[in-house]
């Protein structure tokens, strides 16, 4: 079946600019999570959504972060005024249920000059 | 708080040579430990769960084992395509995410 699917798959934007990010969960998961992998850097947990309930944000670096899941399935991490420590790889992964294997995505490479 | 320290950082293998590695990890009230293999450009790729001490779990020329402290991913005769990068991570008791190593990058030379 299909996996978990991110877009775009590499976006360079400019300093200071807004930009958002897609997560396409495997059908049927209820969790979905957000990571960040940075060179020579393990991944990095950024957010967490559990079904209908309120997300574990305790990841998120700063308040130019935020996440959105609608209707239980797509993911948007939106980054605003972003800075060149933004630069990432961010995974997204989703499971059936908080306690079950996780699968990812392959990311969306981030590069702001 | 929660800690995940993977050895080596990086293994070159002759093909069919076997060899381990290491992930030791500190963690409040262990869920699970979990390996990945990831290739380059690629999102980690789930390889095994482990849920308590003395757990094994095998798979082709893959083989890991659990203790209170540590994993060991044994791999058998390895072949070039086993070459990849190889994470590990932790999920506690009290955390909802992953908490990953660095990993250990293993090459496989034909």
């Known amino acids: 079946g299909a996996g978990v699917s991110q877009s775009p798959s590499n976006k360079v934007t400019e300093k200071g600019k807004d930009v958002e990010l897609r997560c396409d969960p495997i059908?049927?998961?209820?969790?979905l999570y957000w990571y960040r992998q940075s060179l020579g850097q393990g991944l990095e947990f950024l957010i967490y959504f559990q079904g209908n309930s309120a997300p574990d944000k305790s990841g998120l670096p700063s308040d130019r972060f935020s996440a959105e899941r609608t209707g239980g399935s797509v993911s948007t991490l939106t980054i605003q005024r972003t800075q060149q420590e933004d630069s990432a790889v961010y995974l997204c992964?989703?499971?059936?249920?908080?306690?079950?294997?996780?699968?990812f995505g392959d990311g969306t490479r981030l590069s702001i000059l | 708080e929660d800690q995940v320290t993977q050895s080596p950082e990086a293994l070159r293998l002759q093909e069919g040579e076997s060899s381990s590695l290491n992930c030791s990890y500190t963690?409040?009230?262990?869920?699970?430990l979990f390996w990945y293999r990831q290739d380059p450009g690629k999102g980690p790729e789930f390889l095994f769960t482990?849920?308590?001490a003395g757990e094994e779990k095998e798979k082709e020329r893959l083989k890991a084992t659990l203790t209170k402290k540590e994993s060991f991913l044994h791999i058998t005769a390895p072949k070039p395509e086993d070459s990849a990068t190889y994470l590990c991570a932790v999920q506690g008791r009290r955390a909802n995410n992953l908490f990953f190593g660095t990993g250990t990058r293993l090459t496989v030379i034909p």
């Open positions: 059908s049927g998961h209820t969790a």
């Open positions: 482990l849920y308590s």
């Open positions: 992964a989703s499971s059936v249920q908080g306690n079950q294997p996780q699968h």
């Open positions: 963690v409040s009230g262990l869920r699970g």
